[in-house]
């Protein structure tokens, strides 16, 4: 029998991309084993693109006959549900109600907008004995995901991708996620320090890790929307381009799906905690105008 799950927040367009490949056996993507049946619309007033767009994705999944609720509480009873909420701010208070319903949750990027609210979903998660899942899609994007062989180990580490600075939105948390998402996927976790160079076109972010090696982000408002990486490893250096050719949302719902039906995330939560934290300094380091800024801290 397909799982029955639960949205809440359609203020992005991955709510619709969700629901059409889960609830629309006819899309040539599509993924089976559960289907959304009921979402909470949500919405932020403290973030425009989060106002302005919460009506236009309500009204196309309306269109796919799922049931709108008036709250959080009137999800309870579904097998799993998505935490979609653009606005990564309202993400601690909503999971804490999602909680209360003991199944598992995905969290669409951010994690949350800033550390000491990502360390509190993780320990409410851990408390209450709550799967929880975070990532971009564009970890699993085709070009990215497999680009590293068995066996190989990463030195460094360069990703890179669109980054646009929102005045209403944390700096790095809009866009940065997603290239910060990719550098952790192949450098794994025990980044030490921080440093953030900041141009009007360009945000180049260093991080140091406590085995010596290096991981760079590279962030751009030029024009170009390529994600991608460089790695170099014992062995070689390679490139990858994040290729649309399968739906960036298709190779996350595969690795989706199984944690819903499992409550065992394909990633260590501890991993994604530290993701939060690096952007966490970054962010720092670039108001401070340079400044090496330690996780710890």
Same mark, same amino acid.
């Given at each position: ?112 907008? /800033? ?7 993780? /320990? ?17 994007? /085709? ?94 250096? /390679? ?59």
């Amino acid at each position: 029998m397909a799982m029955k799950l639960g949205m809440v927040g359609l203020d992005t367009s991955h709510c619709a991309a969700f629901a059409n490949l889960l609830n629309d056996p006819g899309n040539p993507f599509h993924i089976p084993g559960a289907t959304i049946v009921k979402a909470f619309p949500g919405g932020s007033d403290a973030f425009s693109l989060s106002k302005t767009r919460v009506g236009k994705f309500t009204d196309e999944l309306r269109a796919m006959k799922i049931e709108m609720a008036g709250g959080i509480e009137e999800l309870a009873g579904l097998d799993g549900y998505f935490l979609e909420s653009v606005d990564g701010n309202q993400h601690l208070e909503q999971f804490t109600a999602l909680a209360e319903f003991g199944k598992p949750v995905f969290i669409d990027k951010p994690l949350a907008c /800033k550390y000491g609210d990502a360390a509190e979903i993780v /320990k409410l998660a851990k408390a209450k004995h709550i799967p929880v899942m975070t990532a971009s899609a564009i970890r699993y994007a /085709k070009g990215i995901d497999g680009l590293l062989e068995a066996g190989e180990k990463v030195e460094s580490c360069e990703a890179f991708g669109p980054m646009a600075l929102l005045e209403d939105y944390r700096d790095y948390f809009w866009y940065g996620i997603h290239s910060a998402d990719v550098l952790f996927s192949f450098m794994g976790r025990g980044c030490r320090s921080v440093q953030t160079f900041h141009t009007a076109k360009i945000d180049v972010i260093v991080g140091l890790w406590e085995d010596g090696r290096i991981g760079t982000l590279r962030g751009n408002r030029t024009g170009a929307d390529n994600f991608g990486c460089v790695i170099t490893t014992g062995k070689a250096t /390679k490139a990858g381009l994040a290729s649309g050719e399968i739906p960036y949302y298709a190779l996350l719902l595969k690795q989706v799906m199984p944690f819903f039906q499992t409550g065992r995330s394909p990633l260590d939560i501890a991993e994604s905690l530290e993701i939060i934290a690096f952007l966490e300094a970054a962010s720092n380091s670039r108001a401070s105008g340079g400044k090496n800024v330690k996780l710890e801290d």
